[in-house]
């Protein structure tokens, strides 16, 4: 286990040691915990200010926090590490205490199940039960774990990882760095039928053959249980840096660009272009054949039909810009009192109708009784 002193620490993840005043010999840290959890051997973080009330009761040796950050009013006065970037510093805490996960295995294993036709380049490993299928090529540091498939003519770059039960389909390219999570499925069948009714009436739904494949660039991560859908003609591409949580799904034809954000359950359909930067909260469904550009932000939950421009960001379904969006919902909120208020206008209303009808009745004119 590492341990290490508040100043040490700072050095590394390029922060500044603000000692507390009563507090002249630094704590050794052995790790990180959150700011209600920590100890004094523990190391913690803000980089919310939702939670800046915590940091006066945290135990923590050491507070990871931006430049600019105050205590609040009677704290105890702590030990501080302020960064330029408190998340970003906490990011490379992590690295430095816990690196990333070790892989359990090394070399190839004589239970996978390698063609002869495969190039796999030195440094690769391939656990038990893994198996790699006819013409793939699999660069140098590479990790394939048990129970993933890889078809034909797939091309893995270097220090790849496909985690247990990941799949991927024919001809599909995986960049430098990309990482594919338990049970994924990468090159599937894209959703394309061809519907009609024979003679009969009768209505069928054909597929159409789908030769097409998927692109992930450098440095992409694909969640657990994601399924990117092959093109029909051409690539299916997830662009360099972009991440993935869980239970996303890309219709085929699809382009994401660079660093682009899915949250779990987020979707979008066929041939749709989406431009870089741009996040997509969770359970966001994009509709097929539209432009998302860039640096556009989708809410949770939002609906999006139309083209959204460069910079955007949209909220609800169907999705609409988010000032205008959060009008919509404030006005939804305050439907039942809308809703008895139109009641209570529309009897006002029939009254007086009731009463100008009467008058008009009245055979001098005059004030109905």
Request: glycine share 12%; aromatic share 6%; net charge negative.
């Amino acid at each position: 286990m590492k341990t290490m002193k508040p100043s040490e620490l700072a050095k590394i993840i390029g922060g500044e040691f603000c000692p507390c005043s009563d507090d002249a010999d630094e704590p050794p840290l052995c790790g990180l915990a959150p700011l209600e959890h920590a100890q004094r051997q523990d190391a913690t973080f803000l980089a919310n200010d939702k939670y800046i009330s915590q940091v006066a009761q945290t135990q923590a040796g050491a507070v990871i926090v931006d430049k600019k950050f105050t205590l609040p009013a009677g704290a105890k006065p702590k030990n501080l590490i302020r960064c330029d970037d408190a998340y970003m510093a906490f990011r490379e805490a992590m690295v430095t205490f816990y690196g990333f996960r070790e892989h359990p295995f090394t070399g190839l294993s004589d239970r996978a199940e390698i063609h002869p036709t495969a190039k796999i380049a030195d440094g690769v490993s391939v656990a038990a039960l893994a198996s790699i299928s006819t013409e793939v090529e699999i660069g140098p540091g590479s990790v394939i774990y048990p129970g993933a498939f890889v078809g034909p003519g797939c091309k893995i770059g270097r220090d790849c990882i496909v985690y247990p039960n990941a799949c991927l389909y024919e001809k599909t390219v995986l960049g430098d760095r990309v990482t594919v999570h338990a049970n994924s499925s990468i090159g599937v069948d894209g959703f394309g039928y061809a519907t009609h009714a024979n003679a009969d009436g009768v209505v069928f739904h054909d597929k159409i053959p789908t030769p097409g494949w998927v692109e992930l660039e450098d440095d992409v991560e694909i969640g657990s249980c994601c399924c990117i859908e092959r093109a029909t003609m051409g690539a299916t591409v997830i662009g360099a840096g972009t991440k993935f949580a869980d239970q996303v799904a890309i219709g085929h034809g699809t382009k994401l660009g660079k660093h682009c954000l899915m949250v779990s359950q987020a979707g979008i359909a066929g041939s749709t272009m989406v431009g870089d930067y741009c996040v997509f909260a969770g359970q966001a469904g994009v509709v097929g054949h539209i432009k998302i550009g860039t640096g556009a932000r989708i809410g949770a939950q939002a609906g999006v039909s139309n083209d959204i421009p460069a910079g955007l960001d949209v909220l609800g379904s169907p999705a609409l810009p988010r000032a205008q969006a959060r009008r919509v919902v404030m006005a939804t909120v305050k439907l039942p009192e809308l809703r008895n208020t139109v009641k209570k206008l529309t009897r006002q209303l029939a009254d007086v109708q009731e009463r100008l009808a009467q008058l008009e009745r009245s055979p001098d004119g005059g004030e109905a009784k």
